[in-house]
């Protein structure tokens, strides 16, 4: 079955420090793993979007890593600040469809002053 | 300012009614989708559309109904046939179906009285 599944389930950190996210996934065949930040309330807004040929990739202060071979994505937070206080969420994908993505349940961050 | 929209932000229902939300996006794009949310779960796709008048079932499309009449526009019909639809409802759109990054309205919370 195709899953995603993404640790810890919640996360409390202090402003400044750095901390790392995990999303493992059972997903077969692979097309793209991507992580997105949602905020309370809100919609998700995507960070990055990885291929199978992909290792890494930053967006500002957000890092992703792949490795394929393990099937395990993370996504890196250096120097936190409050805004990054947010539910962050793995989705994997495995054709290159959008109406075929597994979504993981999320990680939720709380970072405090 | 371009991007997706979403009304009502809260909406009630008592249970037997039909309610509709609506979900605007001004960014050209062809795909539009609704997911559904709940606490503690992935996303879940309801319906998506690939083109104007077109549209075709998601994973969980029992009891919900859609129409494209427009491209910019993608309403979502909850039915009284929707056991259970109290959930956050997000609506998104893509410039196609594959291999592209899905921008997210700021979805509606509805709650069933």
């Known amino acids: 079955k195709n899953q995603v599944e993404q640790s810890p389930q919640s996360l409390i950190i202090l402003e400044g420090k750095n901390c790392t996210l995990q999303c493992n996934y059972t997903v077969s065949p692979f097309s793209n793993l991507r992580w997105y930040k949602q905020d309370t309330g809100r919609g998700p807004v995507s960070l990055t979007i990885m291929t199978f040929s992909e290792n890494t990739k930053s967006n500002g202060r957000y890092t992703a890593t792949l490795d394929a071979d393990t099937k395990q994505s993370s996504l890196h937070i250096t120097a936190s600040q409050l805004s990054d206080s947010a539910s962050y969420i793995c989705v994997v994908s495995a054709t290159d469809s959008n109406y075929q993505l597994i979504w993981g349940a999320g990680t939720k961050l709380i970072i405090k002053p | 300012d371009g991007g997706i929209t979403q009304s009502p932000k809260y909406l009630f229902r008592k249970e037997g009614q039909n309610v509709t939300l609506s979900c605007e996006q001004n960014l050209n794009h062809d795909a539009m989708y609704w997911y559904r949310q709940d606490p503690g779960q992935g996303l879940r796709l309801i319906y998506y559309?690939?083109?104007?008048?077109?549209?075709q079932k998601g994973d969980i499309a029992e009891g919900y109904s859609v129409s494209r009449e427009k491209k910019e526009s993608f309403p979502l019909t909850v039915t009284s046939a929707q056991k259970n639809p109290t959930a956050f409802y997000l609506c998104?759109?893509?410039?196609?179906?594959?291999?592209?990054?899905?921008?997210f309205g700021p979805g509606t919370r509805l709650t069933v009285l």
């Open positions: 998104a759109s893509s410039i196609f179906t594959s291999g592209t990054v899905q921008f």
């Open positions: 559309s690939q083109i104007v008048n077109d549209f």
